[in-house]
């Protein structure tokens, strides 16, 4: 399990911006994860805050097994919702939402 948070301020000329980004993560076995995060930026006139939640399977776990992909290939899924995009709420945020799919491979 880990849990990880930040927040990051800027300011220039008297605008400021702060970003805040919070997730959680468990995995199984070196086989399943699970994310979720809350995130969201605040800025004059602007804003967005957002959930994503994320399942990811790694086919091979932590050792590579005889006729199996290596161990650093790691597929999911990842689904975002905006409560608030770019300071518009309602049906203009939650039409901003995605499902993304992906293969991650490192080498």
């Not at 880990?2 to 220039?12: D, G, I």
């Not at 967005?48 to 050792?63: H, N, Y």
């Not at 608030?84 to 309602?90: Q, V």
Request: glycine share 14%; aromatic share 12%; charged share 15%.
């Amino acid at each position: 399990m880990t849990a990880l948070a930040n927040v990051t301020r800027q300011s220039q000329a008297g605008a400021a911006l702060t970003e805040y980004n919070v997730n959680g993560s468990v995995f199984r076995g070196g086989w399943f994860g699970a994310t979720l995060q809350r995130f969201g930026v605040d800025a004059p006139g602007l804003g967005s805050l957002g959930t994503r939640l994320q399942f990811d399977w790694t086919p091979t776990g932590k050792v590579a097994q005889a006729g199996w992909l290596p161990p650093n290939l790691r597929l999911g899924v990842q689904a975002t919702k905006y409560d608030k995009i770019d300071g518009l709420s309602g049906a203009p945020a939650s039409d901003a939402g995605s499902v993304f799919l992906f293969a991650w491979l490192a080498f």
